[in-house]
């Protein structure tokens, strides 16, 4: 027990007890006022800050403007690939393995590990339902087709991560024949 | 005057004891399953009332209201006794509310692992159940307000301050959020939906939290750590302060388990900032703790029970600092939905709630009994095992909770998910899962460890007598202050008027806000000015005030109600689809009905959410963000708290039924990867249709505008909703008859997101974005 407890045991301790239990009456510990205080002010702040100005706008609103201004800048507002693009690309390994990481993780479970169809259909064969030219493809991938069940990929993927993923499953269908450049 | 011997009622405080260390076991035993269960779907057993879904409720309730609650009733009973200097009023309420818990435990334990559900967490027990609750909560309320009604110790300590929260509070949350009507026997509606739900909802959860796991254990904390410590308590003024702003501010900060959801944008800002300015009334509470301490801190290397106060304090601190952290708005976009939630209420319930148990019991139970504590040796080892299970635990949501925060944010430079896969993310935080079973299943063995050692105690001891002798003068003396004269009084006064005054400031516009600052700067200069003049009288107000029950308890009330009034009410009373531009919900089918009722029984809002927040990783995720119209019809909401799965809001139609329909058997034949449980009744038990027709009763007369059916009606519209799936799963050679369950579910989660026309069209065009259903407007190409 130190000097100073001693002192404050005779100063400060209020004389009531409660079954054996006494209270000192310190006074509050200033960093814990200011902590206080300090977060009442910052909550006023705030609270001004946020609802008196425009600076508050409904989330809704709020996220799409940030999506908006996100994709002017967005780098993928140059022109969709061509045919012969997307058909050179499938000759490229590194494009094929890029593209056959993003088939496994997202188009197996429809399309099978032998890309020969489950839910989906066979993408190994010469029977498109929506196109067979490399360019259907890439558009089928990034639009879906909903009411078949294929999801729309292009805001999930990316535009050249579906370039890659066309272009593997080109690489992988013998009946796609190269494209007049 | 004569004096009295009074004999303490401690056999209820043994039973509750003994009650508490038993639902102990079971609930962390409980959490350990579940626990593994993410990291192993094939513990979920394929049976129902073994799946996660369940069980998680399961897991929570009792360790909220079985364990701690069993703990904090046990702590009250035995420290109100003796800080009052009476017996409890009445010795057969005290053994109605002992049984009457415990049966309500075992009902819970039944009813939850067999998928009766209310859907709303930490509220999930069946309205029967609920009425039990009410009934022998009022016992206990009784119990309690007639003990202090017959004290022979004139002035309440602060202990009893923060009992008298716990108990008038918690009721009136209690009934808030379980107003319901029911449909049959074990089912019923809760009278709220959608977004006033949600209100309603997270100002319960938020304030559960608040006021049955930290307002009585921090009147447990004032009576055992000075008890156990033999020091007095640090500051009887730090008390005052920190308990009339914790009891206020808290309330308020309920919201801010729906930052950046549909909820409007100034219930958002008032539960971010009310969490800011609940940091300092919390470390009020640790600091009087820790610092009572003072002088005893070598106690600390050989007592157990000081050993577990301290550190249960100690994390208390903590948690009541992160706490706010995660408040913060942009915090709360990582950590919202992630395991860092996780980790934050297990920080709270392992190192708070059940240290503070272990040091109370530790102390009590050679009291109790009469004996020695069996094995110091023991108890240290439980508090070193438990310690490190607490740090692994909490460490490893925390990694896994910021990773999962971050990939799922993560945006690349040419505007697309960087982790487009869920699954990825998933998987990435395997290792944190299994470090997560670790820790748990270290802190279920300290929890086993004290089982063991207690019961040794007890097994050595007998129960003990104890009594006091009380002076007990010829006429009763009256209380300190009238109701009247709790109101009418400067402190009183000043703190309603500040109140008011920024409420005007805050709520109103233009002049009356103006005018309102003015005169709540005025009103605070003129109190402190007051203060320094009168700051003796307002104290021996104070000390009055304290000799008066049943003002302190109206005072308290009025503290606690204001901050649910001004933000529950308007939301209530205003009309959701009035003058809106947004989509309005449409209203559900019988057969979707049906299927969002199953959805609700396997507890799948456990793992769902069903709300796109407003950022931008979410909407580029799961579609556009979500709008208050869209959940109007929803009873009970299902915005959800945690995707340990993706978000459901707008999941109709991203997937062919047959997708839906191998998924729901074997998640991983079509996610690679998933820790989603298989549920294969769901192909075996048939649709509750004849149910429907009270239910859509119910729900009629909430005003859910649903187009008159006769029963026959009701059925017909299911087989024929039913039959439509069922052709389309023919297309893919299934065969299975419509009136099965999983039928049901994928009608209710191919309709999410389907939306009706806004109710009145906005009068510019609204900004680009594609129809409702489809998932993604921000099209890359």
Not at chain 2, 110 to 125: D, M, V
Not at chain 2, 203 to 216: C, D, E, K
Request: proline share 6%.
């Amino acid at each position: 027990m130190n000097h100073n407890t001693e002192h404050n045991d005779d100063g400060d301790l209020r004389h009531h007890s409660y079954d054996g239990i006494q209270e000192y009456d310190k006074k509050l510990p200033n960093w814990w006022l200011f902590t206080l205080y300090g977060a009442i002010i910052y909550a006023a702040g705030y609270w001004a800050y946020y609802q008196w100005t425009d600076h508050m706008q409904p989330g809704y609103a709020r996220v799409e403007q940030r999506l908006v201004e996100f994709q002017k800048n967005a780098l993928n507002s140059g022109a969709a690939p061509t045919d012969i693009q997307l058909w050179t690309m499938s000759t490229d390994p590194a494009v094929k393995s890029a593209g056959e990481k993003i088939f496994t993780s997202n188009c197996v479970v429809c399309h099978g590990p032998d890309l020969k169809g489950k839910i989906g259909p066979n993408l190994t064969d010469a029977t498109w339902i929506h196109g067979g030219k490399p360019t259907d493809l890439y558009n089928t991938v990034t639009k879906g087709v909903l009411d078949k069940g294929m999801p729309t990929w292009g805001p999930v993927l990316g535009a050249s991560r579906v370039a890659d993923v066309v272009a593997f499953v080109i690489s992988k269908n013998p009946t796609i024949e190269k494209p007049a450049p | 005057m004569k004096t009295k011997t009074i004999e303490y009622n401690d056999g209820v405080v043994r039973q509750f004891l003994i009650a508490s260390v038993f639902w102990g076991v079971v609930a962390m035993l409980v959490g350990v399953l579940i626990a593994s269960q993410l990291a192993f779907h094939v513990l979920n057993f394929n049976t129902p009332w073994l799946t996660f879904g369940r069980l998680r409720p399961l897991h929570t309730n009792a360790a909220i209201f079985a364990f701690v609650g069993n703990m904090i009733f046990c702590g009250i009973y035995h420290s109100t006794q003796r800080l009052v200097r009476a017996r409890l009023a009445s010795d057969f309420l005290s053994q109605l509310h002992f049984w009457g818990w415990q049966l309500i435990i075992v009902a819970a334990a039944i009813t939850l692992p067999l998928g009766f559900s209310r859907g709303k967490e930490y509220a999930e027990l069946i309205w029967p159940i609920n009425i039990a609750v009410v009934l022998i909560w009022v016992v206990f309320a009784v119990n309690f307000f007639w003990t202090l009604a017959i004290r022979n110790e004139k002035s309440l300590y602060v202990a009893i301050w923060f009992y008298i929260a716990t108990i008038i509070t918690v009721a009136m949350l209690y009934i808030t959020n379980h107003l319901q009507i029911p449909t049959s026997l074990l089912h019923s509606y809760p009278i709220f939906g959608g977004v006033q739900d949600a209100l309603v909802q997270w100002w319960y959860g938020h304030n559960a939290v608040a006021f049955f796991l930290t307002t009585p254990v921090l009147g447990i904390m004032y009576y055992y750590m000075p008890k156990a410590a033999e020091r007095p308590v640090y500051s009887y003024r730090l008390s005052v302060v920190h308990f009339w702003s914790l009891v206020f501010i808290y309330i308020w900060a309920g919201p801010h388990h729906l930052l950046n959801t549909a909820l409007p944008e100034w219930l958002q800002t008032l539960g971010m900032v009310f969490s800011l300015m609940l940091w300092a009334p919390s470390w009020g509470g640790m600091l009087n703790g820790l610092l009572t301490l003072r002088g005893a801190w070598n106690k600390l290397r050989t007592d157990p029970v000081l050993k577990f106060l301290a550190a249960g304090v100690t994390f208390y601190g903590m948690s009541t600092f992160e706490g706010p952290l995660m408040a913060i708005r942009s915090v709360n976009a990582v950590s919202h939905y992630t395991d860092w939630t996780i980790g934050h209420v297990h920080s709270g319930t392992l190192g708070w709630n059940s240290f503070m148990a272990a040091g109370m019991f530790y102390w009590l139970a050679p009291r109790l009994w009469n004996t020695k504590l069996y094995s110091t040796k023991l108890a240290d080892l439980h508090f070193w095992i438990g310690m490190v299970g607490i740090l692994l635990y909490i460490a490893s949501m925390w990694v896994s909770g910021i990773t999962q925060g971050l990939m799922l944010n993560a945006v690349t430079p040419d505007g697309v998910l960087a982790y487009p896969n869920f699954l990825e993310v998933v998987n990435s935080t395997r290792a944190m899962l299994h470090t997560r079973i670790l820790g748990g299943g270290l802190f279920l063995t300290g929890m086993i460890l004290m089982a063991y050692n207690l019961f040794r105690t007890i097994r050595s001891g007998r129960p003990a007598v104890a009594s006091i002798e009380v002076q007990v003068p010829d006429i009763a003396p009256k209380e300190g202050l009238s109701l009247i004269g709790g109101f009418f009084n400067p402190p009183v006064i000043y703190s309603f008027l500040l109140v008011l005054f920024a409420c005007g400031w805050g709520f109103a516009q233009g002049m009356v806000s103006a005018v309102s600052l003015v005169l709540l700067v005025e009103t605070a200069l003129v109190a402190m000015i007051h203060l320094g003049l009168s700051g003796k009288k307002w104290n021996e107000w104070y000390e009055k005030l304290l000799e008066s029950w049943l003002p302190f308890t109206v005072l308290t009330f009025v503290a606690v109600v204001a901050g649910g009034m001004i933000q529950i009410l308007p939301t209530v009373f205003i009309k959701q689809t009035a003058g809106t531009d947004a989509p309005i919900q449409k209203v559900y089918t019988p057969l979707e009905l049906a299927g969002r009722d199953i959805y609700i029984r396997e507890g799948c809002y456990n793992c769902h959410s069903q709300m796109i927040r407003s950022l931008v990783g979410d909407v580029l995720r799961y579609g556009k963000s979500g709008r208050l119209t869209e959940s109007i019809y929803d009873f009970p909401f299902q915005w959800g708290s945690k995707r340990t799965g993706p978000d459901l809001e707008r999941e109709g139609g991203k997937y062919p039924n047959i997708w839906h329909f191998q998924h729901l058997m074997d998640p991983r034949s079509t996610s690679i990867g998933s820790v989603m449980p298989n549920y294969p009744w769901l192909y075996k038990q048939v649709t509750d249709i004849p149910a429907l027709t009270s239910k859509i009763r119910v729900l009629s007369s909430y005003g859910v505008p649903f187009p008159p059916r006769s029963p026959d009606a009701i059925l017909q519209s299911c087989i024929e909703q039913g039959n439509l799936i069922t052709a389309d799963l023919a297309t893919s050679g299934i065969k299975i008859s419509p009136d099965k369950e999983v039928i049901a579910v994928i009608a209710y989660l191919q309709q999410l997101g389907r939306y009706s026309a806004p109710a009145a069209q906005p009068a510019a065009p609204a900004p680009a974005v594609s129809a409702p259903a489809a998932p993604k407007q921000a099209s890359a190409n």
